[in-house]
């Protein structure tokens, strides 16, 4: 690269007298001798996270644009602007506003909603990011800490999508806010005090737009542009990481160079999502905020629910038994309100520090860049699935009675339904999806030790039939057999010869990870198996 | 200064001689009859024939549930007092007869032609006043949508959704998507209150009022959102189940092509 | 379970497994079977055949054409698809050809850019060396002697008082910077539980605030109400709102169950209950007619009115307050006085 621009520049022309010009001043070239032909890893899983970062891009452009019409203020005056059904009617500066970007500037209602499905792409992309660094074990040394900032990355997606939600001051997103406040009172001995603060006094109050458009706008975006940064500095340290296969081992990284293979891939890509986003938001109605019409206390809306992202939270809440609430010497503890805030935050905790308690049980203190293919981690991979299902039930509890209209069903069977499944359906999932982990290991030892089933059936001149077995060549073996199994350990004494606590949980968590598991074929049993076939 | 003018508007006496006369309306049907919304009663409008044939189908095709003389059985409710409204309404919408049992009745294909429902209307308004079939008048939609969606909003919207597409009640029962329903019809069900649907009679809602209503409802119906596409009018549901399975569903398989080799 | 023998046996082989080796219970299998190394690259027709090559080329071409068409289109459209004060449609057809247009602009580039990717660069993969994370003992014996030259030079850990009171006067800094946000609101005092009814304010339909006379409440109605003078606010209206308004309901007396002491609370069948859900104060104004039940909305309590509105479904608490009512010498409904419980979500010190 670096004689590349050096020959350039003897060459002259304008690229070169560009490239000698930055060189001179910020030093480019030794950047792109460092990085031009850093090599990336191709896959298309390794994509979702990109889709994050870009709709966050798009987040930003269609934002900026929208903050040069938005007013985010509570003060009431009497609409006058194009949409028929408001005229005349009372509301907010930030509602009106809200529908003066809709209907009177050209493109406003087009990067409203470029701006919203964004936000829910950004948020969803990011969970499936997530869901694909679990199942794949990318979270292991030295990507822990890459987790949390991935993790909290995801926190704030919810955080800025929420503030964001409930700005334009309409009857949707009043209820919502109304919820946030209900949610807040309940909190022990400071609830009140926290709401009133909040809104500055009672609710809904004429500051809670104005507060919540300032997070939204620089606070959240700002601290998500620090993750990004730190996200993407780690990935730059680490070296993206690859599936397991031949050739690709801990000490390596198998791809495609920066330039130009990657830019062009990845670049080209931020313009697929955008233009993905853009065709989505061209044709497809998302937030009418218009249908709602301002907020009033009084009436709500059916099918008031929150954006995706929230759901499982607003969920959370619905399937929270009835008559939890207690009178304990004269002051009220809404455990109604608590205990759907407990499960969630502790499932949240239990997100954010998975990495730390998985590697403490393992004891693997190496570092690893070949991701596990999801069978070959069983618990992991069960853990994972029953995580998902536990997250989905509550996430369907938000819709529960959008669910009994459209599958006509009795609302209060539909809840009750959740309320059952949100307890057993994790349970029974992971127990079937360790059975299924285990069972493909198993197939695929089959397949390494006597090749795959061809379908063929032959029968032999003794009269027996028998399939018959393609043998797989090397590279195909290498795919099935490249992982790790790990063993149970035993609380063991230590030093002192104590069987320590913290020994005997581990000893424990070891067991409920790798009692059942299936080890790699290796290399005798692959010959003794070559051997027994030659003998018939 | 809008504001106070409008404050003002509320305050002036014609309003209040206007609710008090609407209020003595009422009245006068006193306590009796208070099962069903009063206001205009006009029984009389019906011929004798009508009647005559109203009361031959009733027989043939009521008279199981809701007893011969429409005083009601342990199937049917009694009929008597519930005006030609109420009658219109349920045959008109197919949801009478009723057929399987259930939460509640459906919508089905209307099952007699509009004058035998009249006459049926007919027959059942001459058991005693109820509700009558609304003045074409109130039907129109040029009203005013601005207080009709404000009415909207705050009568109707919690159980038909803010742009009636409907909603959840307890136990299997459902408010319907209010798309597509006849004026008559939705004027109707707000002055009899229709199986669950409470009664929003003409001292709450004025007959103005319902026509600011359906003439707002119209509105949205003539005019498909400016967004595009709707998903039904569900709100962020929808709109997360859309975002997952087709937008990031699209976008995944897109990184699949992406990550796959060229041949 | 398993005897103790095999137990040890067991745990002796971890603990070997453990100490010699940082895998951590990792299986170390001796006779792994080898790596083949990366698999033989598999040549694209584009490599093959200079007329697919040319094709590619071609297709690539077209595509970024097709984005300039699009953006050209896209400004096209922002004239061509103007607003209109009268009509919707306008706004519709300017959304969605400007969006088109945009979406062709992009999805131009991109397709392109990337199947020029894919068909054109090399797609031979290469392998990279990758390096520990951590820095060489050289390096970390480096970091090491900057740290203590660091400490040694500050004397960081030698002046122990300096250090301490450094750590005091980074624990207090931050204090006046969470104390400057009390005055984000004022402290709730009563208002939580305290609304604007009080005795003989009239009940009046929400929003225009007209009073409601008992006998326009027929059996089966609905009245949402708000109270009289409401609507005449100049300042905290929907604060005022969001704790006042009322559902108005007439039932048959008889299926009426008030517990003692609220006998006289309903008049005539006409019941009067807050519309703000116990849980967390979503409206619970859907009512039905038949069942007497209420329900919220949004996360589904349901509340029974022929029995003062007890919880009968839902992670709702507590009864709806209800609000008594009579009325005045002109027959208009009017309150009792104001609710006897604070409405809406619990709080903390709601029964104090």
């Known amino acids: 690269m670096s004689t590349a621009t050096s020959n350039a520049q003897k060459k002259g022309g304008f690229l070169a007298g560009t490239a000698n010009y930055l060189d001179e001043r910020v030093g480019v070239a030794g950047i792109l001798k460092e990085f031009g032909r850093k090599i990336f890893p191709d896959h298309w899983s390794f994509m979702l996270g990109e889709v994050a970062l870009y709709s966050f891009l798009v987040l930003l452009l269609s934002g900026t644009f929208l903050t040069f019409w938005f007013q985010p203020s509570m003060v009431p005056v009497i609409y006058d602007g194009a949409y028929g059904p408001l005229k005349g009617a009372e509301m907010s500066i930030a509602y009106s506003s809200t529908l003066d970007i809709s209907f009177e500037v050209r493109g406003g209602l087009l990067m409203r909603q470029v701006h919203h499905w964004s936000a829910l792409l950004f948020v969803a992309a990011a969970g499936l990011h997530m869901l694909r660094v679990f199942f794949t074990g990318a979270f292991r040394k030295p990507r822990e800490i890459n987790w949390v900032v991935g993790f909290a990355l995801f926190v704030l997606g919810m955080a800025g999508g929420f503030t964001g939600y409930s700005l334009p001051d309409d009857l949707l997103s009043g209820n919502g806010l109304r919820i946030i406040d209900g949610m807040i009172k309940g909190i022990p001995v400071i609830g009140a005090y926290t709401s009133s603060l909040l809104f500055g006094g009672e609710f809904p109050g004429e500051s809670i737009v104005g507060r919540l458009y300032s997070l939204h706008i620089m606070l959240i975006p700002a601290l998500i542009l620090v993750f990004v940064a730190i996200h993407l500095f780690m990935v730059v340290i680490h070296k993206h990481t690859h599936y397991s296969g031949p050739g690709k081992r801990d000490d390596n990284v198998v791809g495609y160079p920066l330039m130009p293979v990657y830019v062009a891939k990845a670049g080209g890509f931020f313009f697929i999502v955008f233009g993905v986003i853009m065709a989505v938001a061209a044709t497809f109605t998302i937030n009418p905020v218009w249908s709602y019409g301002g907020y009033d206390p009084s009436p709500v809306s059916a099918g008031t629910q929150p954006d995706w992202y929230i759901g499982w939270l607003d969920g959370a809440l619905r399937l929270a038994p009835t008559h939890l609430e207690f009178v304990i010497g004269g002051y009220t503890l809404s455990m109604n309100i608590l205990l759907p805030m407990v499960v969630g935050i502790a499932f949240l905790v239990v997100v954010a520090l998975y990495p730390f308690i998985e590697g403490w049980v393992t004891g693997d203190k190496r570092e690893h860049h070949v991701l596990d293919r999801p069978r070959n981690a069983p618990t992991r991979t069960a853990i994972g699935v029953a995580g998902v299902v536990f997250y989905a039930v509550l996430w369907a509890g938000a819709s529960t009675d959008l669910i009994a209209t459209h599958f006509k069903m009795s609302l209060n069977h539909v809840l009750t339904t959740m309320q059952i499944s949100l307890i057993v359906l994790p349970i029974v999932s992971y127990i079937i999806t360790k059975r299924a982990c285990l069972s493909l290991q198993r197939k695929d030892r089959e397949i390494v030790l006597h090749g795959r089933e061809s379908g063929r059936v032959v029968r032999l001149p003794h009269g027996e039939y028998i399939e018959v077995h393609e043998p797989m060549n090397e590279y195909e073996i290498y795919k099935l057999v490249d992982f790790k199994a790990y063993q149970p350990t035993l609380a063991r004494p230590n030093a002192k010869g104590v069987i320590t606590v913290r020994a005997r949980i581990r000893a424990r968590l070891s067991r409920f990870f790798f009692e059942d598991r299936v080890e790699p074929v290796t290399q005798a049993e692959l010959e003794a198996a070559h051997d027994h076939k030659e003998l018939h | ?263 | 379970m398993s005897s103790k023998g095999k137990s040890v046996a067991k745990k002796k082989a971890s603990v070997e497994a453990e100490h010699e080796y940082e895998g951590g219970l990792a299986v170390i299998a001796p006779d792994a079977i080898k790596d083949p190394g990366l698999e033989p690259h598999r040549v694209r027709m584009t490599d093959k055949s200079p007329k697919h090559e040319k094709a590619a080329e071609r297709q690539v071409v077209f595509l970024f054409l097709l984005s300039i068409l699009g953006s050209a289109f896209a400004l096209y459209a922002y004239f061509a698809y103007p607003l209109s004060e009268t009509d919707l449609g306008s706004v519709r057809n300017n959304t969605l050809f400007l969006g088109l247009g945009i979406t062709l602009g992009l999805m131009g580039i991109g397709i392109g850019a990337v199947h020029w990717a894919k068909t054109l660069m090399p797609d031979a993969e290469v392998s990279e060396a990758r390096h520990q994370t951590r820095g060489s003992e050289e390096t970390r014996a480096r970091a090491i002697e900057i740290i203590e030259l660091a400490n040694q030079e500050s004397g960081f850990t030698r002046r122990k008082l300096i250090r301490r009171t450094l750590y005091g006067a980074l624990a207090f800094f931050p204090l006046p910077g969470i104390i400057i946000f009390g005055d984000l609101g004022p402290n709730p005092k009563n208002t939580l539980k305290h609304t604007m009814w009080e005795k003989g304010v009239r009940l009046t339909r929400d929003p225009y605030g007209t009073p409601i006379k008992a006998s326009d409440v027929t059996i089966g109605s609905v009245f949402h109400v708000i109270p009289e003078g409401l609507s005449e606010l100049e300042h905290h209206k929907l604060e005022e709102k969001a704790k006042a308004a009322v559902l108005l309901v007439r039932v048959d007396p008889k299926e009426l169950n008030p517990s003692k002491g609220r006998e006289n609370w309903a008049y005539d069948g006409i019941v009067a209950y807050s519309k703000i859900c116990t849980h967390v104060g979503c409206p619970v104004a859907l009512y039905e007619q038949h069942t007497h039940h209420l329900l919220c909305p949004c996360h589904q309590s349901t509340f029974d009115l022929a029995n003062e509105c007890a919880v009968v479904f839902g992670p709702a608490s507590r009864p709806l307050p209800q609000l008594p009512i009579t009325v005045d010498a002109e027959g208009y409904l009017v309150a009792q006085s104001d609710f006897t419980e604070p409405v809406g979500p619990s709080f903390w010190e709601r029964s104090a």
């Open chain 2, 1 to 263: 200064m809008n504001k106070r003018k409008i404050n003002n508007a509320r305050r002036s006496p014609f309003a209040a001689i206007l609710v008090i006369a609407a209020g003595l309306l009422v009245a006068g049907g006193g306590y009796a009859g208070a099962t069903a919304a009063v206001a205009h009663s006009t029984s009389g409008s019906y011929t004798q024939e009508q009647v005559d044939l109203g009361k031959k189908l009733f027989l043939s095709n009521c008279a199981s549930c809701h007893g011969k003389n429409a005083e009601g059985t342990n199937y049917g409710p009694s009929l008597i007092g519930v005006g030609a409204a109420s009658v219109d309404f349920q045959v008109g919408t197919g949801r009478m007869p009723g057929q399987a049992s259930g939460p509640q009745l459906m919508k089905k294909p209307v099952q007699f032609k509009q004058d035998q429902i009249d006459a049926l209307a007919a027959y059942v308004s001459s058991l005693a006043p109820g509700p009558s079939v609304p003045d074409e008048k109130y039907l129109a939609t040029n009203g005013n949508t601005t207080r009709g969606g404000e009415l909207f909003r705050i009568n109707c919207a919690m159980c038909h959704n803010a742009v009636g597409a409907g909603g959840a009640l307890t136990e299997g029962k459902f408010a319907p998507n209010l798309k597509g329903v006849e004026a008559k019809h939705i004027y109707e069900a707000m002055v009899t209150g229709p199986q669950n649907m409470p009664v929003f009679n003409d001292a709450n809602l004025t007959p103005t009022d319902k026509k600011d209503i359906i003439s707002y409802l119209k509105y949205i119906e003539a005019n498909p959102s400016a967004g595009g596409e709707e998903l039904g009018g569900l709100g962020p549901v929808a709109e997360g189940l859309f975002l997952w399975l087709f937008v990031l569903g699209g976008i995944v398989g897109i990184t699949i092509w992406l990550g796959a080799k060229s041949n």
